[in-house]
RNA sequence: GCCGGUGUGUUGGAAUGGCAGACGAGGCGGACUCAAAAUCCGCUGCUGGCAACAGCGUGUGGGUUCAAGUCCCACCACCGGCACCA
């Protein structure tokens, strides 16, 4: 058959359109499958070949759930508040409604011209004042239950472009879109409280089935670790510096301590340091850095001694110095630690550069030369001294300073509060109103959606305002409390809070009453299996599970874990084998291949690449190979024949089913189709096959290649869609072989193959072997000292 | 520096501890054609050999095993993530 994929393409996309293929049924009896994509940001440059890999595995999985009978959700949103969008409005002067509205129709045309079975009767938009209505009535929800809160931090602020930066956007203190220096600046930032979760998400991680490696980056975000805090006092004052340490086994060990240059303690205490000046000198200097940049640097360790106070080591009373250094955080346990430098690499390398203490209190190591951070006798360290185990050490110590009240057993996360505020136009507006009188005051909820006011400029305001702040209409309001006038937030919500329950609303997406219909909530609920890629696993996850279990806390979802399970899918990379970017003008435009080849091509190339979950390079000449199988497909219609397919043929079709099915489960989808393709090699060695086996093999392809599939499905007289037909079943008996080729080897190398009744006994086998052509002479004259037997695998001669 | 991952032909990649290189791409040869493209058929890890065949071969070096790409130890290279996390 000639395979004219430009009129199937656009045929059978118009069929599914018509009869609503795709659409999801609320509240079938059919089993359900909840199938979730990473929804995409509209950005201005369109789709590109990665997003058809993001989507296209759970879109093979979707189509074989439904042909398998499941009643399927598939839906597709946009993400579209953004960054991008505001840049781009600012540099245009066209508003970011227009641009959003624009792009999504692109993405939409894009997505649909591949075929993807997306649920387009339930398309939702987080830039939808229908949308975000519950995004704010979510942040309202929180705000009521205490898990907002206001706090001064420090963040990179340009003031050439007066907007503050992210840590990716700010490195090396240099601005990414000016190049000018970076300053930290104060400023009030909003919080959820994040942390009151931290272990549950912990602990919910073992409910889900999630890969392994997503679970282990999201345990390590969290980073939960057990310890102690202790209390150090200060000499001389009536003042103590709590530490918290997840090594109180080496306390003894203890010869200085390092707090962060913002600790309070320092402000409290400065008429008796004596080096205030040059205390001051090191804070500001600190202030030019960034977090991420006195994070970054890992060689020089840098600090001051503060002079005049010295801290007392609660166990041996010994008197030890406190100094100042940028590597100790305010915003991590308590802003102070005690340093070990006997058992610590940094605090080694700290004590050598400053001239401090080292005592060991571990036997086994060389302190003179390097840090000792092995296991060993506890030594120096009173009546810790002769306990071997860390975990006796660490209980003794701990009840020791429980018991003088003078420390206390500890958890703490490394997981941060989440920053919630954006100086930035397109966004969810925070609802909340500043009241001189009432302080915070929440927008009442039947006043919800606080939409955004029209503007034309989006510029930031001066001193790094959103531009909100400009639109006094908006700013100025009324107190909902009590009726005087004050003022209105003008900061929004970041991108993640849209995305961090889009999934519940796909459930409902028109519901003007709830967020989503409570019962069909029930129906839907738990996303079955939820794929995307690996740079939103720990974030934009952690965030989203965090919404989840709140809302499950206030009633409002059933369910505490969102995702059942996880996978993630491996980048495309450029055909010169770099990450794509429009800068090294190696990206591929989904288009340009559907235009040269077809939907089905583009699908089924970027399956069979290579491993799903691995990166994998483009290449041109793949695509054709992908083409060459769909020609040889069609094709292969014209070896129908009236007579029965070969049992070689039914065998090897029976065997592609099985493949096929679980390739498909396990996301081995290049298998999947090379299966396929090894089969239609056969039949075109056969030259013939049944009509009842090709229809087997096209319901095979559908996933992968609906369009074709659809026609050559009518072609061979069948009246339903494909894309609904029954998905083939295989007989095991079939699959089985009744003759197997065993490898002989001698001493473990193959010295030939033998074919044998797949029952054979182990004698028999071994009768056989022995007396193959091949391996007898190789035998004659030589010790058997082993004979192994391993059924349908192999036989092995060990001989001397 | 720490954490996670990956190293297999010319190339993308296959291989529940059991015949390494399935299936593609590329290359070579043949058929068809006036010719080319397309299509179809065959060959294609390296070395030696006319061949049968032999030896070598999954980043490097060890180890476990009758048998290792696969398991263990040490190292090297590359990719991704990061928050000097006490």
């Known amino acids: 058959m000639k395979y004219d994929y430009k009129s199937i393409e656009t045929k059978w996309q118009k069929r599914w359109e018509e009869e609503h293929a795709f659409e999801a049924k609320d509240m079938s009896e059919k089993p359900k499958f909840y199938g979730l994509v990473e929804f995409p940001y509209p950005s201005g440059t369109g789709m590109h070949v990665g997003h058809i890999k993001a989507y296209g595995g759970l879109e093979v999985i979707s189509r074989k759930r439904r042909m398998q009978g499941y009643n399927v959700l598939f839906p597709i949103g946009f993400d579209a508040y953004g960054l991008p969008t505001e840049n781009s409005a600012i540099k245009t002067g066209i508003h970011p409604r227009a641009l959003t509205d624009r792009n999504i129709e692109r993405f939409t045309d894009q997505l649909k011209r591949v075929g993807f079975s997306f649920d387009w009767s339930r398309v939702i938009d987080t830039t939808d004042d229908a949308y975000y209505k519950w995004t704010q009535y979510i942040f309202l929800k929180m705000f009521e239950k205490g898990l907002v809160f206001r706090d001064t931090a420090f963040v990179n602020y340009c003031p050439s472009c007066k907007v503050v930066l992210s840590n990716e956007d700010s490195q090396g203190g240099k601005c990414d879109i000016c190049h000018s220096d970076i300053i930290q600046k104060s400023k009030d930032v909003w919080y959820l409280r994040i942390t009151a979760y931290a272990d549950r998400l912990l602990t919910g991680l073992d409910t889900v089935d999630y890969l392994p490696n997503i679970k282990l980056q999201q345990e390590n975000w969290i980073g939960k670790s057990t310890g102690a805090f202790v209390d150090f006092s200060i000499a001389d004052v009536d003042e103590k510096l709590r530490v918290y340490t997840t090594r109180p086994d080496t306390l003894f060990g203890v010869t200085f301590m390092v707090i962060a240059p913002e600790h309070p303690m320092i402000d409290k205490l400065a008429d008796r340091i004596a080096n205030m000046d040059a205390v001051v000198a090191y804070r500001e200097e600190c202030a030019k850095k960034s977090e991420f940049d006195r994070t970054q640097l890992v060689k020089d360790k840098t600090g001051v001694c503060l002079d005049g106070i010295t801290a007392i080591n609660p166990v041996s009373g010994k008197q030890i110095p406190i100094y100042i250094a940028d590597y100790v955080m305010m915003g991590y346990g308590t802003g102070a630690i005690m340093a070990v430098p006997a058992h610590?690499?940094?605090?080694?390398?700290?004590?050598?550069?400053?001239?401090?203490?080292?005592?060991?209190?571990?036997?086994?190591?060389?302190?003179?030369?390097?840090?000792?951070?092995?296991?060993?006798?506890?030594?120096?360290?009173?009546?810790?001294?002769?306990?071997s185990t860390k975990k006796e050490a660490i209980a003794k110590m701990i009840a020791h300073l429980e018991e003088r009240g003078i420390g206390e057993a500890g958890v703490q996360y490394k997981m941060k509060e989440w920053a919630f505020n954006r100086q930035r136009y397109w966004g969810e507006p925070i609802p909340i109103v500043h009241c001189p009188h009432c302080g915070m005051v929440p927008v009442p909820y039947d006043e919800l959606p606080l939409r955004l006011p029209e503007?034309?400029?989006?510029?930031?305001?001066?001193?790094?305002?959103?531009?909100?702040?400009?639109?006094?209409?908006?700013?100025?309001?009324?107190?909902?409390?009590?009726?005087?006038?004050?003022?209105?937030?003008?900061?929004?919500?970041?991108?993640?809070?849209?995305?961090?329950?889009?999934?519940?609303?796909?459930?409902?997406?028109?519901?003007?009453?709830?967020?989503?219909?409570?019962?069909?909530?029930?129906?839907?609920?738990?996303?079955?299996?939820?794929?995307?890629?690996?740079?939103?696993?720990?974030?934009?996850?952690?965030?989203?599970?965090?919404?989840?279990?709140?809302?499950?806390?206030?009633?409002?979802?059933?369910?505490?874990?969102?995702?059942?399970?996880?996978?993630?899918?491996?980048?495309?990379?450029?055909?010169?084998?770099?990450?794509?970017?429009?800068?090294?003008?190696?990206?591929?435009?989904?288009?340009?291949?559907?235009?040269?080849?077809?939907?089905?091509?583009?699908?089924?190339?970027?399956?069979?690449?290579?491993?799903?979950?691995?990166?994998?390079?483009?290449?041109?000449?793949?695509?054709?190979?992908?083409?060459?199988?769909?020609?040889?497909?069609?094709?292969?219609?014209?070896?129908?024949?009236?007579?029965?397919?070969?049992?070689?043929?039914?065998?090897?079709?029976?065997?592609?089913?099985?493949?096929?099915?679980?390739?498909?489960?396990?996301?081995?989808?290049?298998?999947?189709?090379?299966?396929?393709?090894?089969?239609?090699?056969?039949?075109?060695?056969?030259?013939?096959?049944?009509?009842?086996?090709?229809?087997?093999?096209?319901?095979?392809?559908?996933?992968?290649?609906?369009?074709?599939?659809?026609?050559?499905?009518?072609?061979?007289?069948?009246?339903?869609?494909?894309?609904?037909?029954?998905?083939?079943?295989?007989?095991?008996?079939?699959?089985?072989?009744?003759?197997?080729?065993?490898?002989?080897?001698?001493?473990?190398?193959?010295?030939?193959?033998?074919?044998?009744?797949?029952?054979?006994?182990?004698?028999?086998?071994?009768?056989?072997?022995?007396?193959?052509?091949?391996?007898?002479?190789?035998?004659?004259?030589?010790?058997?000292?082993?004979?192994?037997?391993?059924?349908?695998?192999?036989?092995?001669?060990?001989?001397?």
């Open 344 to 387: 610590d690499e940094r605090d080694y390398a700290f004590a050598k550069k400053f001239g401090a203490d080292i005592i060991p209190v571990i036997e086994g190591g060389d302190v003179a030369s390097e840090a000792y951070t092995g296991d060993g006798n506890m030594i120096n360290s009173g009546f810790l001294n002769g306990i």
């Open 455 to 800: 503007m034309k400029e989006f510029a930031p305001g001066e001193g790094g305002e959103s531009p909100l702040a400009k639109v006094e209409s908006y700013v100025n309001c009324t107190c909902p409390r009590c009726g005087k006038a004050a003022k209105r937030e003008t900061d929004t919500m970041p991108q993640w809070a849209g995305s961090s329950w889009y999934f519940l609303r796909y459930i409902d997406p028109h519901n003007e009453h709830a967020l989503a219909d409570p019962e069909k909530l029930k129906y839907w609920m738990p996303v079955d299996w939820y794929n995307g890629g690996m740079e939103h696993v720990t974030r934009h996850m952690i965030y989203s599970r965090f919404w989840h279990k709140f809302l499950y806390d206030i009633g409002e979802v059933n369910t505490d874990e969102p995702y059942a399970k996880r996978t993630a899918q491996g980048l495309i990379l450029g055909q010169d084998g770099e990450k794509m970017s429009k800068s090294r003008g190696n990206v591929v435009d989904p288009n340009e291949v559907v235009d040269a080849y077809g939907a089905d091509v583009l699908r089924t190339y970027i399956l069979f690449m290579g491993d799903y979950a691995s990166a994998a390079p483009w290449s041109d000449a793949g695509v054709r190979g992908a083409k060459r199988f769909l020609d040889r497909f069609a094709d292969a219609y014209d070896f129908i024949s009236e007579k029965p397919s070969s049992p070689a043929l039914i065998s090897a079709i029976h065997k592609t089913i099985r493949k096929v099915g679980t390739d498909i489960e396990e996301m081995k989808f290049n298998t999947a189709i090379a299966s396929m393709m090894g089969l239609l090699n056969t039949i075109f060695e056969e030259k013939s096959i049944a009509k009842e086996e090709y229809g087997i093999l096209v319901r095979l392809l559908c996933p992968f290649a609906p369009h074709l599939a659809e026609e050559l499905w009518e072609m061979l007289g069948e009246k339903g869609l494909c894309s609904l037909a029954a998905w083939p079943e295989y007989d095991e008996s079939l699959t089985v072989d009744q003759t197997v080729e065993l490898a002989v080897q001698i001493n473990g190398k193959v010295r030939g193959v033998i074919a044998v009744d797949k029952a054979l006994d182990r004698d028999g086998v071994l009768a056989i072997a022995k007396n193959d052509e091949k391996i007898s002479p190789l035998l004659a004259g030589k010790t058997i000292l082993k004979e192994i037997v391993v059924p349908q695998k192999i036989v092995n001669f060990v001989v001397k």
